[in-house]
């Protein structure tokens, strides 16, 4: 399966699926309403018992409408986890904004990433099925955060802000790992007395994480120097 050209290139112009032709204002909220649709008809139902029908009328748009702007049932589904995934990588750029140290912006980003989390719990299951129902796209959400997470860590240990003895690409994945299982223990998994989810992360996990990573990433004195 070749993945469309909107959906992995952030900048690209919005387009019909079925005419090819630019979105309008309009047809780009109708998109929107269908992608919001789909966010929690396949969370609440899962890929298989969601169905075209299901989104439409959740997203109170006709059925033929539909197919102006996605061709299949699976065309939406990787289109909603490449619009997860744009959400997500915005609010963690977004709150790390501002940092004076890659650590604060560790800790900024993950904030972020929380949050949205929080809010969209359909990240979690819509990427899991991305597992089966569309590998190519489940692996383009992985790298497209890793990507820029490694090009980050890198810079700052060119700046002296982490430890230069870590491998940008190996600690990338191991720390997108570790906020991944967090959020699916701590915001996912955790309900109250009654039943409902934590609205964000309980400060003292995120503040035991937050000590975790800042010792995996910060200076080490040079070879040869006190450690």
Known sequence: MTVPEELIDDDVELVSSATGRPLTKRGEATRRRLLEAAEAVFAEQGYHEASIVKITERAGIGLGTFYLYFDSKQSIFEALVIDLNRRVRHSMTEAMAGAATRLEAERAGFAGFFRFTAEHPALYRVVREAEFVSPEVLRLHYTRIVDGYE?????????????????PATTAWALMGMGELIGMRFLLWERDADGRPPAQLDPVVFDGMSRLID????PRPAEGGIR
């Open 151 to 167: 090009a980050g860590l890198r810079a700052a240990q060119e700046a002296g802000d982490i430890d230069r003895a870590l491998d």
């Open 215 to 218: 010792n995996a990433l910060a």
